[in-house]
């Protein structure tokens, strides 16, 4: 496709569940970023996969956060035992090649509602 | 500790009026600044970087050291300026961006 896809694009799940968001980047990008914007907050950076070097999870807010990116495409973002907190929209977004002033290119987001 | 600062949440404004989206900022490194833009039922996009010193869409932002601002302005808005801006902060040998709270723009006839 010609832009980051993400799916589903809305998610409503029960307090203790277990998620999954799934990102596709744009063809050729190297980088790949999440994002989570909870309601009223800016975009809080969650992770960041570049190529096969070790990714930057200084951002994952708990261990129940976790994520993957298989064969420098596609990623997946797992919550386990979600809460209500973690409802939110999250975001990937990519880019060329992860440089300090590149574009970064959104998704639309999924949004995850924990009831 | 770094951060971004929008102060407005909302700005609302009467087409053809200036527009000035404050943005300030906090961080001990040389910086690398933005503002996303995000239209009703779109994705967030890049308006404008620093690094570019460009002008897109009649915007412009200019980095002022001194004061930590990274403000955005328009001399006269137009009512499809309508959106919400985020001024974001890249840090790190990457573009690990720190957000700002984003300030809604209303541009009324």
């Known amino acids: 496709g010609a832009g980051v896809s993400q799916s589903p694009s809305n998610k409503v799940t029960e307090k203790g569940k277990d998620v999954e968001l799934r990102c596709d980047p744009i063809s050729g990008h190297t980088a790949l970023y999440w994002y989570r914007q909870s309601l009223g907050q800016g975009l809080e950076f969650l992770i960041y996969f570049q190529g096969n070097s070790a990714p930057d999870k200084s951002g994952l807010p708990s261990d129940r956060f976790s994520a993957e990116r298989t064969g420098g495409s596609v990623s997946t973002l797992t919550i386990q035992r979600t809460q209500q907190e973690d409802s939110a929209v999250y975001l990937c977004a990519s880019s060329l090649q992860g440089g300090k002033d590149e574009k970064l290119f959104f998704g639309s987001g999924t949004q995850l509602s924990v009831l | 500790a770094q951060r971004v600062t929008q102060p407005e949440k909302l700005l609302s404004v009467f087409k053809g009026a200036p527009v000035e989206l404050k943005c300030n900022y906090s961080y001990s490194g040389s910086p690398e600044l933005f503002w996303y833009v995000q239209y009703s039922r779109q994705r967030l996009q890049l308006l404008l970087r620093?690094?570019s010193r460009e002008s897109i869409k009649g915007f412009t932002a200019d980095l002022n050291k001194g004061e930590t601002s990274f403000h955005l302005k328009k001399p006269f808005a137009q009512e499809e300026d309508s959106a919400m801006y985020y001024c974001a902060l890249s840090r790190g040998g990457y573009n690990k961006l720190i957000f700002g709270a984003g300030t809604r723009l209303a541009v009324h006839p």
């Open positions: 620093h690094i």
